[in-house]
């Protein structure tokens, strides 16, 4: 006998398992110190969402100048960390919405849709840097946007996903309560006499 179902109640922690997976590539791009870096050796110029440095290519010591002196640098923080601060708080909504007993399906449609919002905050934050950092500060060297920068997309993409499953858990509603029967499939000897 098979049993078949859309959801299960019991895997009813991964969208929240998925949300912190992306709150921690959130963190790690806020923190990361390789937004952009110098592709090939002398490594050059390293930059991150708060700041950019170089250094001489026989010096050892980075100089770092603020990004937040520019206005498109104090844009881009604040429009990533608030899209984290939004992550954050729908993360700890969906632990409690899963948490309890009786599920709000409307509660976690809402969390789907405070998930658009951070995914576009996100998104802003992502495209004002680059656009603008490569127009105002002057490069050395040949770079690329490294490691850090792609886990702030990475973040992105799992959060975008996340909102469309949480928008689209309720459909799913009674699948998911075990509101229903599950189905058995089972073939009768009268109809497959092949068997015997």
């Known amino acids: 006998m098979v049993v078949c179902g859309l959801a299960c109640w019991r895997c009813r922690w991964l969208l929240p398992l998925l949300l912190g997976l992306a709150i921690i590539m959130g963190i790690i791009a806020l923190a990361g110190r390789g937004w952009l870096e110098s592709e090939s050796e002398p490594y050059v110029q390293q930059a991150s969402l708060w700041e950019s440095c170089t250094r ?4 050892l010591n980075w100089t770092c100048e603020s990004l937040m002196d520019y206005g498109w640098g104090r844009a ?39 998930l658009f ?9 992502l495209v004002i840097y680059p656009v603008k950092f490569t127009e105002d500060i002057p490069l ?16 992105t993409v799992v959060v975008i996903g996340c909102a469309f499953f949480f928008c689209c858990l309720p459909n799913w509603e009674d699948e998911v309560l075990g509101n229903i029967k599950p189905t ?7 109809r497959a006499p092949y068997l015997n």
């Open 184 to 190: 058995y499939y089972y073939s009768s000897p009268e």
């Open 140 to 155: 050395t060297g040949d770079n690329m946007f490294s490691w850090a920068y792609g886990f702030g997309w990475a973040s």
């Open 117 to 125: 919002v951070v995914a576009a905050f996100q998104i802003i934050g």
């Open 56 to 59: 001489g290519e026989e010096d």
């Open 76 to 114: 881009a923080a604040a429009t990533y960390l608030v899209g984290f601060v939004i992550l954050v708080i729908c993360f700890a909504l969906a632990v409690i919405a899963f948490s309890i007993e009786i599920l709000r399906f409307n509660f976690v449609r809402g969390i789907g849709g405070l």
